[in-house]
């Protein structure tokens, strides 16, 4: 089978799949926010990057927010599962950074956008609850915690990681091992069992 008619096969059959089009055009997405920015891409863009004409981009997203905000919470979702094989704080700084680096743009653009877009701010929150969520369940001391300081954790965890990820500190000589270093203490204190006193 040639490679143009694989081509076709393939388009027939994620045509009868709207979810796999529907995370076709999400995965592309993610690829050209991280390439071009926000405001650069086009959703003509997206479609023929996943393989599609343009048109099929509006069959499955109102605009370029919407399909923004399923990158997102496709990307929260990836982060959350790579952070719960972790074992120890060291690597869930180093899991943090891979993420919050490989995806700056977007983040970026969640910010940016959280200011003027109701929806952004709305689904911003919704993920910081199931990150809390996420800690109630994982962290055997976080029933101590209320929901209040465990939700001002994950805010300062996110703006942290974000201002490492983009070199964003006061001190732009930080290496990239000093960067994890300092978020591994930042998740013990945060995070880590509370102290017993003597």
């Given at each position: 089978?040639?490679?143009?008619?694989?081509?076709?096969?393939?388009?027939?059959g994620?045509?009868?799949?709207?979810a796999?089009?529907?995370?076709?055009?999400v995965?592309?997405?993610?690829?050209?926010?991280?390439?071009?920015?926000?405001?650069?891409?086009?959703?003509?863009?997206?479609?023929?990057?996943?393989?599609?004409?343009?048109?099929?981009?509006?069959?499955?997203?109102?605009?370029?927010?919407?399909?923004?905000?399923?990158?997102?919470?496709?990307?929260?979702?990836?982060?959350?599962?790579?952070?719960?094989?972790?074992?120890?704080?060291?690597?869930?700084?180093?899991?943090?950074?891979?993420?919050?680096?490989?995806?700056?743009?977007?983040?970026?653009?969640?910010?940016?956008?959280?200011i003027?877009?109701?929806?952004?701010?709305a689904a911003?929150?919704?993920?910081r609850?199931?990150?809390?969520?996420?800690?109630?369940?994982?962290?055997?001391?976080?029933?101590?915690?209320?929901?209040?300081?465990?939700?001002?954790?994950?805010?300062?965890?996110?703006?942290?990681?974000?201002?490492?990820?983009?070199?964003?500190?006061?001190?732009?000589?930080?290496?990239?091992?000093?960067?994890?270093?300092?978020?591994?203490?930042y998740?013990?204190?945060?995070?880590?069992?509370?102290?017993?006193?003597?």
């Open positions: 089978m040639d490679a143009a008619t694989n081509h076709v096969i393939r388009k027939i994620l045509r009868r799949n709207p796999a089009t529907r995370a076709a055009l995965c592309a997405a993610r690829q050209e926010f991280e390439e071009c920015g926000f405001d650069a891409t086009q959703s003509s863009s997206i479609a023929r990057r996943a393989g599609y004409a343009p048109q099929t981009f509006y069959r499955h997203f109102a605009d370029k927010v919407d399909i923004l905000l399923a990158a997102y919470a496709d990307w929260h979702a990836d982060e959350q599962h790579a952070i719960s094989t972790v074992g120890d704080a060291r690597e869930a700084a180093r899991v943090l950074l891979r993420y919050h680096r490989a995806s700056m743009k977007l983040r970026q653009a969640l910010r940016t956008l959280s003027t877009e109701e929806r952004v701010r911003r929150a919704k993920s609850m199931r990150s809390v969520a996420y800690l109630r369940t994982h962290l055997p001391h976080a029933g101590e915690l209320g929901e209040a300081q465990l939700l001002r954790s994950v805010l300062l965890l996110e703006r942290t990681v974000d201002a490492y990820a983009e070199d964003d500190l006061a001190d732009p000589n930080t290496s990239p091992d000093q960067a994890e270093q300092r978020l591994c203490v998740l013990q204190q945060e995070f880590g069992p509370p102290s017993q006193a003597a």
